[in-house]
């Protein structure tokens, strides 16, 4: 989201209001969001991850300010949010009855791979506590060339291990950084046409030989227009182009290039992978068709669902509370399976700078 948060954020910043403000009210988001997850009000919420990165003019890091850095440590102080992650056959366990996973995004730069053991230290030490996993992006393309590139993110991985962490890998498929239009190279048609086929077997062997528990996700915040897998860039809300006739093409292509990919990787026995399937709390174009549910591929495929909830003064016209933002989004999320454990993926709030 960040390409649509920034040119908000921008009339956020000219509204006035002085800092100390601004930093309260951040804290306290940070304070009632954690609060709220250890109170159990979502039955099912099982982990949460915080988004610590700026941009300017957005401000999510948990240190942007001493009063929000103070509200996080204390929020996450809570027994409630434990640092050791459990696993059955290489899959992610939930924690136990009460216990919610605490992890995050610890800052690795603009083009979310700058993965280091220091800057999970150092989040960790801002924080005051330890972290379950650590979540990068692996964009599928060369950042030196610009050339397409699908290769497991080796030296990412064996960082975010050596720090002591689970590796939490987000499968970007993008050639650039441009949001709001399709990519050029990876269509979910390309995808479901076999033509990344051997790149993406050869991930799946490198992740078998890794042989150590990942979280995986393809398709981040998939009813969100600003990437290109989302439904608007692959078909939109016609049906006469793919696949069942009573089906939006545009998230009937998502959904079968995810499980595409899943399949790829059981046939290569890459078996202590956790697939997450992960939408935003608001769905961007507002469309029947643009529904998470048509792009969910399913419990056979998917073991956890992840949701992204951010403060929504830059994004919208209205401010809310996370518990107001996720009760929204929370009747939909629970539809889409019955038992899937969820969690907040990303999960931040910015203020003035």
């Known amino acids: 989201m960040k390409g649509l948060w920034f040119a908000l954020a921008l009339l956020l910043a000219g509204c006035g209001g002085g800092a100390d403000t601004a930093a309260n009210l951040k804290a306290q988001w940070i304070r009632d969001a954690y609060a709220t997850i250890a109170s159990g009000h979502f039955p099912r919420l099982k982990a949460v991850s915080w988004w610590h990165e700026n941009w300017d003019p957005v401000s999510l890091r948990i240190d942007s300010s001493e009063a929000s850095l103070q509200a996080y440590r204390e929020a996450v102080s809570d027994d409630a949010f434990v640092t050791e992650a459990r696993f059955s056959g290489g899959k992610l366990l939930p924690p136990g009855d009460g216990r919610y996973y605490l992890a995050a995004f610890p800052d690795f730069c603009g083009p979310e791979d700058c993965v280091s053991a220091e800057r999970i230290r150092d989040f960790e030490v801002l924080a005051g506590k330890p972290i379950v996993w650590a979540y990068f992006s692996d964009n599928w393309f060369d950042p030196a060339t610009g050339q397409p590139r699908i290769r497991f993110p080796r030296a990412a991985v064996e960082a975010i291990d050596a720090a002591g962490r689970v590796p939490f890998v987000r499968l970007m498929a993008r050639t650039r950084y441009d949001e709001g239009m399709a990519d050029p190279v990876f269509s979910m ?165």
Not at 220 to 248: I, S
Not at 299 to 311: E, F, K, T
């Open 189 to 353: 048609q390309a995808i479901l046409d076999g033509e990344f086929d051997d790149a993406l077997r050869g991930w799946a062997i490198a992740a078998r030989e890794w042989d150590k528990p990942l979280l995986v996700e393809f398709g981040t915040e998939v009813n969100g227009e600003w990437f290109p897998w989302n439904g608007l860039h692959n078909g939109g809300g016609r049906t006469d182009g793919y696949g069942a006739p009573q089906l939006a093409d545009g998230p009937e292509r998502f959904r079968d290039a995810y499980r595409h990919i899943i399949d790829i990787f059981r046939a290569e026995a890459a078996t202590k992978l956790t697939w997450f399937f992960h939408v935003n709390a608001d769905s961007e174009p507002v469309e029947d068709w643009n529904s998470m549910a048509a792009y969910y591929p399913g419990d056979d495929y998917i073991d956890w669902i992840g949701v992204s909830v951010y403060n929504g003064s830059w994004v919208r016209d209205e401010d809310l509370s996370f518990r107001e933002i996720l009760d929204r989004a929370w009747p939909e999320l629970t539809a889409l399976s019955s038992d899937r454990p969820i969690a907040v993926l990303e999960l931040g709030m910015s203020e003035q700078r």
